[in-house]
């Protein structure tokens, strides 16, 4: 006789919860075992922090740029990723963000410093660099050489910064050797104070010094304080690796080092990225260049109603009327349009002169037409060609700041004078649109006027020539006579 034994309900439930519980256990094993890059691929998001700055990321003309941010992008772009940027306003929100993990890592331009170390992961080393005495260049003054040098002599640097620490090792054996700690300012300002010969020296990482040094041309690097110390970025601490070693690969890439070389020409070059004044060039572009752009210029003229001259003296100012020219940042043509103003103003080809010029005159008669009404002329194009330089989101921020200065924000002389303040951290942390080079809308405003003085000058003494050409010979007191009126009419404007 046979016997079968029926299932016990019991049992079978016991049964069926291991096994529940077991895939459970393998699905959590799984997921477990996803890296902190498989998690960034899956995502399709890599979020790093930054700050606002001109050594890191910022706005030009609406678009954003900066070594970092390039540097960043490449890498999310390797990734196969969208880059999301969290932008602090200080280090100790940048730090913040990191250890919330708010951010997979933050990239500013971060020295390797021993409390840093002790806290956090630093990614692959992507330069160098050491703080530099600046000093400025004046008769009787002769750069110094040696620490005994310094002795004696004004010297401030930020406060709270890790130069406090180089200049106390350095006293340890020069004790005769002082300096300030200054609160409020940022390195624009200890720069300023010691091209204003308030100061006699100040103490500035190298590589952010070329990035301003046009804006300060009496000033120079004399040698360095301490040995250069790594810059990268930095991760949190983790037994997950799996991002820092994809950071390494990435930049043992041949085409990341040339990428790396091909940023730091762009952003920390040591020329002015504005061309300066030359007469001489000047009108030999105007023989050379100019007289076929000049129906293109007129015609935009005609569609715009700003005045040709004007017109050609922008397009010299931005590409010295070449229309192949091509900017670090990607703008390009006659006018310099970028990607989004040339989508804004119909332009196809930013590199066919025609098209560049009209598109260049709509796109300034757009920045003009958001400059209030009540703004009087010239004034009113002086801010809109400030706005086609350095956007018009940054003209605001500085119009608001010269308001709050106590100045009238619709004056061209007071805003021009507050301009610059967008680029101290004090101010354009503040702001809204951050930091820009507000520098450059000044000299780029001063530097059309100018061009336009001269093509004018240039135009009506040609006509003038022109039209003495078909008259008799004159006495040579008449031509005396005539040369002193010329001079009276046109070299003020010069």
């Known amino acids: 006789m046979l016997f079968t034994t029926k299932p016990h309900p019991l049992r079978e439930l016991i049964l069926f919860v291991s096994v529940v519980i077991f895939m459970f256990s393998l699905?959590?094993?799984?997921?477990?075992?996803?890296?902190?890059?498989?998690?960034?691929?899956?995502?399709?998001?890599?979020?790093?922090?930054?700050?606002n700055n001109p050594m890191?990321?910022?706005?030009?003309?609406?678009?954003?740029?900066?070594?970092?941010?390039?540097?960043?992008?490449?890498?999310?772009?390797?990734?196969?990723?969208?880059?999301?940027?969290?932008?602090?306003?200080?280090?100790?929100?940048?730090?913040?963000?990191?250890?919330?993990?708010?951010?997979?890592?933050?990239?500013?331009?971060?020295?390797n410093?021993?409390?840093?170390?002790?806290?956090?992961i630093p990614g692959p080393t992507y330069r160098e660099s050491a703080p530099s005495v600046i000093y400025r260049t004046r008769q009787g003054f002769k750069a110094p050489k040696s620490i005994e040098q310094l002795y004696g002599k004004s010297i401030a640097i930020l406060a709270n910064s890790s130069y406090a620490d180089i200049l106390e090792q350095i006293q340890q054996e020069h004790s005769e050797l002082t300096w300030e700690e200054r609160e409020n300012q940022d390195m624009i300002d200890l720069l300023r104070s010691v091209h204003n010969q308030e100061l006699d020296f100040t103490l500035i990482d190298s590589y952010f010094f070329n990035t301003q040094r046009s804006f300060f041309p009496g000033l120079r690097k004399a040698f360095a304080l301490g040995d250069p110390k790594p810059i990268?970025?930095?991760?949190?601490?983790?037994?997950?690796?799996?991002?820092?070693?994809?950071?390494?690969?990435?930049?043992?890439?041949?085409?990341t080092q040339t990428l790396i070389a091909t940023l730091e020409a762009r952003y920390?070059?040591?020329?002015?990225?504005?061309?300066?004044?030359?007469?001489?060039?000047?009108?030999?572009?105007?023989?050379?260049?100019?007289?076929?752009?000049?129906?293109y210029f007129k015609n935009a003229s005609?569609?715009?109603?700003f005045a040709w001259e004007l017109l050609a003296a922008?397009?010299?100012?931005?590409?010295?009327?070449?229309?192949?020219?091509?900017?670090?940042?990607?703008?390009?043509?006659?006018?310099?349009?970028?990607?989004?103003?040339?989508?804004?103003?119909?332009?196809?080809?930013?590199?066919d002169p025609e098209q560049s010029i009209m598109g260049g005159a709509r796109y300034l008669q757009q920045m003009k037409r958001r400059i209030p009404d009540r703004i009087p002329e010239p004034d009113h194009t002086w801010f809109a060609l400030a706005a086609y330089n350095i956007g018009y989101g940054h003209l605001l921020d500085a119009r608001r700041l010269t308001q709050q200065k106590g100045k009238n924000p619709d004056r061209w002389e007071d805003v021009r004078l507050h301009l610059p303040l967008l680029a101290q951290e004090r101010y354009y942390s503040q702001l809204r649109h951050g930091y820009a080079?507000?520098?450059?809308?000044?000299?780029?405003?001063?530097?059309?006027?100018?061009?336009?003085?001269?093509?004018?000058?240039?135009?009506?003494?040609?006509?003038?020539?022109?039209?003495?050409?078909?008259?008799?010979?004159?006495?040579?007191?008449?031509?005396?006579?005539?040369?002193?009126?010329?001079?009276?009419?046109?070299?003020?404007?010069?």
Not at 71 to 87: M, N, P, Q, R, S
Not at 322 to 348: C, F, K, Q, Y
């Open 27 to 51: 699905v959590m094993i799984s997921l477990r075992s996803s890296t902190q890059l498989d998690y960034i691929r899956d995502q399709g998001i890599l979020r790093v922090a930054t700050i």
């Open 268 to 295: 920390f070059s040591q020329q002015n990225p504005l061309n300066f004044f030359d007469t001489l060039s000047f009108r030999k572009h105007l023989e050379e260049r100019l007289v076929p752009l000049e129906p």
């Open 113 to 120: 410093t021993d409390q840093r170390l002790n806290q956090l």
């Open 314 to 351: 922008l397009g010299y100012q931005e590409s010295h009327w070449n229309p192949d020219a091509v900017s670090a940042t990607g703008v390009r043509g006659i006018m310099m349009l970028t990607h989004a103003a040339a989508s804004e103003v119909d332009v196809e080809d930013r590199t």
């Open 437 to 494: 080079r507000g520098h450059e809308p000044v000299q780029y405003v001063d530097n059309i006027i100018k061009y336009m003085d001269i093509l004018q000058w240039e135009l009506q003494s040609n006509s003038i020539l022109e039209q003495f050409s078909t008259l008799p010979p004159l006495s040579e007191d008449s031509l005396q006579d005539i040369s002193e009126r010329v001079l009276r009419n046109f070299a003020p404007s010069l």
């Open 56 to 111: 890191t990321y910022y706005l030009e003309r609406g678009e954003a740029v900066g070594f970092e941010y390039e540097l960043t992008k490449a890498f999310a772009d390797h990734l196969g990723v969208e880059l999301e940027l969290y932008i602090s306003k200080d280090l100790n929100e940048l730090f913040s963000l990191l250890n919330q993990r708010s951010a997979h890592f933050i990239a500013a331009n971060l020295l």
């Open 302 to 305: 005609n569609e715009t109603g």
């Open 232 to 255: 990268s970025w930095f991760l949190t601490k983790s037994n997950d690796t799996s991002l820092l070693k994809e950071m390494y690969r990435f930049f043992a890439l041949e085409e």
